[in-house]
């Protein structure tokens, strides 16, 4: 067979199979065409029959609800009537037991008003008898106290005469103490005045061995009076009381001394171990 029969016969195949599909594709349409009427037909059909259902079924639903709320009226209705009743009976029973208790609160009033006209009694009595007990009470505290006040008044008129006696013999030994006191300075002026003088004559008889030549020679006993004394202790103290030390031009013008003095008395100090000197400070130790 030549190409152009070849050719030729593959055209007419292709013509064939088309016409083919064709008519195949037109028969299909046909039947999908029936089967969407059937189709629908059918849903029309069960359309209406779900209607017609739906219908009874509203209709059987409506006459059920319609048959409960009446049944339930009726039961509203007797359990109405059930509860009116029950009420009736407790209103009833309420009011008796209302009654009873009014009645019962007026005899515990009744009561009440008894014991407290009986406690106002009593009180009243107590209160009368306590009145009596405290004035008999505050007559015999006035009475003590009375005697009381009279014996203190001895005690202190007694105290008092001891305390004068006490303090005219205190008196006497303080004068005496004082006289006593003088004495002893005057004697002890009286030793260090010789004292001094024997120490002096000592001193001149060795200047005049030694040629005329004067030596410094410590006294051996010096004047001690009591306003030295006094003033040593006025020192003392104010340097005990600053412990931050003092300066020689604070101390001349705090006592008001002269500086050779002053000198000479801390210097007392010091060899009685009550003062130190450090930095030009002193210390009281």
């Given at each position: 067979m030549t ?13 064939d ?12 349409r ?5 089967e969407l ?31 409960q709320l ?6 509203h ?6 509860m009116?009743?029950?009420l009736?009976?407790g ?16 005899e515990f009033?009744?009561?009440l008003?008894?014991?407290v006209?009986?406690?106002?009694a ?7 008898e ?11 505290m ?11 008044a001895?005690?202190e008129?007694?105290r008092?005469s001891?305390a004068r ?9 303080v004068?005496?103490?004082?006289a006593?006191?003088?004495t002893l300075?005057r ?13 002096q ?13 004067g ?17 040593r ?5 104010y ?8 300066k020689?031009?604070e ?6 001394v ?10 007392d ?7 130190a000197k ?7 130790i």
């Amino acid at each position: 067979m030549t190409t152009r029969e070849e050719m030729r016969s593959l055209a007419e195949e292709i013509v064939d199979a088309y016409t083919d599909r064709v008519a195949t594709i037109a028969e299909l349409r046909k039947t999908v065409k029936t089967e969407l009427k059937e189709l629908k037909d059918a849903r029309i059909d069960l359309g209406k029959e779900l209607r017609a259902d739906l219908a009874k079924s509203a209709a059987d639903r409506n006459a059920a609800v319609s048959t409960q709320l009446k049944e339930l009226d009726a039961a509203h209705a007797a359990m109405s009537r059930e509860m009116r009743a029950e009420l009736n009976k407790g209103r009833q029973t309420l009011t008796e037991e209302e009654a009873k208790r009014q009645s019962e609160a007026r005899e515990f009033m009744g009561e009440l008003g008894r014991v407290v006209a009986e406690g106002k009694a009593a009180v009243k009595t107590l209160l009368g008898e306590f009145d009596s007990s405290h004035n008999a009470m505050s007559r015999e505290m006035r009475a003590e106290l009375s005697k009381g006040r009279q014996s203190l008044a001895k005690g202190e008129r007694k105290r008092q005469s001891e305390a004068r006696e006490f303090m005219g013999e205190l008196g006497k030994a303080v004068a005496e103490g004082k006289a006593a006191t003088q004495t002893l300075l005057r004697d002890f002026g009286e030793v260090q005045a010789g004292a001094r003088d024997e120490w002096q004559k000592m001193t001149a008889t060795i200047q005049s061995k030694r040629g005329g030549v004067g030596i410094k020679v410590k006294p051996l006993i010096e004047e001690i009076t009591p306003e030295t004394t006094t003033l040593r202790n006025r020192v003392f103290e104010y340097l005990a009381n600053h412990p931050d030390g003092t300066k020689m031009t604070e101390l001349e013008q705090e006592f008001s001394v002269a500086r050779i003095q002053m000198a000479k008395l801390l210097e007392d100090l010091a060899d009685e171990n009550k003062v130190a000197k450090r930095n030009s400070l002193y210390f009281a130790i």
